[in-house]
C-alpha cells in the first residue's frame, strides 16, 4: 500500500530548539495513527507541518505523490508557493484544542463557509451538505446557535463537522479533549471513535487519552526529545514496551478508566 504521507528526513527548529529531529514516517491511507510523548516532545508540530502551518527547517513531507512544501520551477526546485500549498492542504483536515470557530456566526453558517469560499460550492447545496455533517455529529437542532451558546463539547464537535464537510483523505486531531471539562471528554471521543470505525480516510490523533489510543489506533509512535522512541501496534507500545523513557510518561496514566465508555 502507498502511504497517504511520507515525512522523510523532517527537522523543525524554533530559534535554537531543535524540535524535531530527522523524523522518518510513513501514514498509510485508511490507518489511524496516535502520536503520544510528553510535553514538548514535538508531537503537535508534526501536524502543524502538514498543515502547512509551521514549515519545516529541513526535509520533505510528501502528501499522495506531491510534496506539500517543495515544486519544480525551470528544472530547479524552489519553496512552495501558497497556491501549491492550499492546493494539496485541500486533502487535510485539522481539528484544534482551541476549536476556531467564529463567534459571529452560526454553527451551521462555521460549516458552510469552508464550502463556499475553498470549494466554491453554491451556498444552497453547502448548507445541505453542512446540516447533514452536524447532523451526524449530533448538533442537527442547533444549526441556529452561536459558539458562545454551546457547551466545549458541542464546539469541538462542530470544529469537527467543519472540517469533514470537506471530505479530506486526513484528518488531524491535536489533543482535542484538553480544553475540555473531563465530562465533556466522552461525547467528542464518541464522534473519533465513530468516524474512526467508519471512515476510510487516515485519521491522525495527538492524544494523552491512553485507553482511547488502545481502543481505536493502528499504531502508535512515542515522540520523546524530537525522535521516534518507540513505535508499534497500539498493545505493543502502551502495554508491552519495557522503554523506561515511555514506562516513566506513562506511570501518570495508570489506574484511570477508559474516558467516555
Not at 28 to 46: D, Y
Request: hydrophobic share 40%; glycine share 8%; with cysteine.
Amino acid at each position: 500500500m502507498k502511504p497517504i504521507v511520507q515525512y522523510k528526513e523532517i527537522h523543525k527548529s524554533f530559534g535554537d530548539t531543535h524540535v524535531l529531529k530527522g523524523i522518518n514516517l510513513d501514514i498509510n491511507p485508511t490507518e489511524k495513527l496516535a502520536i503520544i510523548g510528553p510535553s514538548g516532545s514535538g508531537k503537535t508540530t508534526i501536524i502543524r507541518l502538514l498543515m502547512t502551518l509551521e514549515e519545516p527547517s529541513d526535509g520533505d513531507i510528501i502528501v499522495d505523490g506531491t510534496n506539500l512544501w517543495k515544486i519544480e520551477a525551470g528544472g530547479k526546485e524552489k519553496k512552495a508557493n501558497e497556491k501549491h500549498l492550499s492546493k494539496v492542504r485541500n486533502d487535510i483536515g485539522m481539528v484544534f484544542q482551541h476549536f476556531n470557530l467564529f463567534p459571529h456566526k452560526t454553527i451551521l453558517e462555521n460549516c458552510v463557509v469552508p464550502l463556499v469560499n475553498v470549494r466554491k460550492m453554491n451556498k444552497k447545496e453547502a448548507a445541505e451538505l453542512a446540516e447533514n455533517m452536524l447532523e451526524r455529529v449530533g448538533l442537527g437542532d442547533k444549526y441556529d446557535s452561536y459558539p458562545s451558546q454551546l457547551s466545549g463539547g458541542q464546539k469541538q464537535r462542530v470544529a469537527m463537522a467543519r472540517a469533514l464537510v470537506m471530505k479530506p483523505k486526513i484528518m488531524l486531531f491535536d489533543e482535542v479533549t484538553s480544553a475540555l471539562d473531563p465530562e465533556l471528554v466522552g461525547e467528542v471521543l464518541e464522534v473519533i471513535r465513530d468516524l474512526a470505525e467508519h471512515e476510510d480516510m487516515a485519521m491522525v490523533l495527538v492524544t494523552h487519552e491512553m485507553d482511547f489510543a488502545l481502543e481505536i489506533a493502528d499504531r502508535v509512535l512515542f515522540l520523546d526529545e524530537g525522535v521516534i522512541a518507540e513505535e508499534g501496534t497500539a498493545d505493543e507500545v502502551i502495554n508491552k514496551s519495557d522503554n523506561p523513557r515511555l514506562q516513566d510518561f506513562l506511570k501518570r496514566f495508570r489506574g484511570e478508566t477508559v474516558t467516555g465508555q
